[in-house]
């Protein structure tokens, strides 16, 4: 059994459609047979193919892969945080209502995750809860929304939102940090996405929000949770001795761990080992970030692969840790 938790689909939508969000900043697809283009407005944003809308071409690429279930989202381009609520809920439930039309070719295999405007709390919650009773298995956010991160009021207000209402949420880096030195050789993606994620993470712990929280939040984190694993004695190192640090985080930042789990995107024997010994192996999902080329190509193979992990551990970080975080 293999229940991959973190690829994405991008619906087919016209430039007409895209316009009623944002003329400029909108994605749309341009599709040429197989192939396409996100567009945004009117500039390329990335090339793709089929299998990113087509549902029937998606379960022929997870046979292929030999992935059972594929938890799909949003790719983050469409979002639309930045737009006024008035027009970024219908373009949300839109895209959430195309998602679950590319599961009905096989509800069993094919999950979606919803979008929600984050850019307002209350309407965020609302969709949350319109989109659970619509079949999606949870939520995917962003990890912030232009100057809030995750630790602000409004995003943790969403976040209990989502505990309460028994809603699994998938953090997302995007909108990545950038100030002019980060333009070539996908920079953006290699440098500031990981430390995006990290930057949610830490801003959780060391605001004390997982002290306010309920503990049965399920929370996820993609790629790995970024650099987080590999910085966490760092962070430990710093909350030990300076008080700036401790300022509103009681416990260890390294305590928090067992509050969240993160998928298995790290592409590297070594850091998955590093992932699996610091977040415990029932804390890792498989998530492979398909279809993109920075995803896991070979599906899996990372985990199964992998020459030390147990095969009890790889069954857990495989399915058994996504069938009970998402219940499937
Ligand atoms: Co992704």
Not at 173 to 196: F, N, T, Y
Request: glycine share 6%.
């Amino acid at each position: 059994m293999k229940i991959d938790i973190h690829s994405h689909f991008f619906p087919r939508i016209a430039q007409h459609e895209a316009a009623k969000l944002c003329p400029q900043r909108a994605p749309w697809l341009h599709v040429e047979g197989r192939s396409g283009q996100i567009m945004v407005g009117d500039k390329p944003f990335r090339p793709v193919d089929d299998v990113l809308w087509d549902a029937a071409r998606r379960i022929d690429y997870l046979d292929e892969k030999g992935v059972d279930v594929q938890v799909m989202c949003a790719t983050p381009v469409m979002f639309g945080y930045e737009q006024p609520i008035e027009r970024a809920l219908p373009w949300t439930q839109r895209m959430n209502d195309r998602a679950i039309e590319m599961t009905q070719a096989a509800p069993q295999r094919l999950k979606v995750l919803a979008q929600v405007p984050l850019q307002d709390r209350d309407a965020a919650c609302r969709e949350a809860s319109r989109a659970k009773v619509c079949g999606h298995v949870g939520v995917q956010i962003g990890n912030h929304v232009a100057e809030r991160d995750l630790d602000h009021d409004d995003l943790v207000a969403f976040l209990a939102h989502c505990a309460h209402e028994n809603i699994p949420v998938l953090v997302h880096p995007w909108d990545m940090m950038r100030d002019g030195r980060m333009k070539k050789w996908m920079l953006p993606w290699l440098v500031a996405m990981p430390a995006e994620t990290q930057l949610g993470i830490l801003s959780l712990i060391l605001s004390g929000a997982f002290e306010r929280l309920p503990a049965t939040l399920r929370l996820c984190f993609a790629h790995g949770g970024g650099g987080f694993a590999f910085l966490l004695g760092r962070a430990d190192n710093a909350w030990r001795h300076r008080d700036i640090v401790r300022e509103d985080c009681p416990h260890l930042p390294s305590s928090y761990v067992t509050r969240f789990h993160v998928d298995s995107a790290v592409f590297d024997p070594r850091s998955l080992q590093l992932l699996v010994d610091v977040m415990g192996a029932d804390r890792v999902m498989l998530g492979s970030d398909a279809p993109f080329p920075l995803g896991e190509q070979d599906i899996g193979a990372g985990v199964h692969g992998h020459a030390a992990l147990t095969a009890a551990d790889k069954q857990r970080i495989c399915a058994d840790n996504a069938r009970a975080f998402f219940a499937i």
